[in-house]
């Protein structure tokens, strides 16, 4: 079994600045992608940011400039910082990795549990 499993979050102020940390664990073999997906009350979940094993990123236009993923390959992690946060950005975000184990060899799709960040105006 794998899994990936988020920290940090919380409550900040406007303009304000959190780091979300996530770590993938168990038989892992390999990983493609890690990344950061969100859903806001009432929407969908949409893409954050995520960084391939190439160390290519994409980040969701809304928070480009803002928003920082870092991914270490050797520890399976991912952080992403987040600055001059806004009330928008209130979300839960949640950690997904595409892990290939030891057992299959073939990449699935692992989402954490979702830490909530929530900023007041």
């Known amino acids: 079994q794998v899994q990936v499993v988020e920290s940090g979050g919380g409550l900040v102020q406007y303009g304000g600045s959190l780091r979300l940390s996530c770590a993938a664990s168990g038989n892992i073999f390999s990983i493609s992608t890690m990344g950061w997906y969100r859903q806001a009350p009432g929407k969908g979940r949409e893409l954050v940011a995520q960084?391939?094993?190439?160390?290519?990123?994409n980040y969701a236009d809304s928070v480009k400039g803002r928003f920082t993923i870092s991914r270490d390959n050797v520890k399976n992690t991912v952080s992403l910082q987040m600055n001059s946060l806004k009330p928008e950005d209130t979300a839960t975000y949640y950690c997904?990795?595409?892990?290939?184990?030891?057992?299959?060899?073939?990449?699935?799709?692992?989402w954490g549990q979702g830490t909530l960040v929530k900023v007041s105006s």
């Open positions: 960084q391939s094993n190439d160390g290519t990123t």
């Open positions: 997904n990795g595409i892990i290939a184990t030891m057992f299959s060899y073939n990449y699935v799709e692992v």
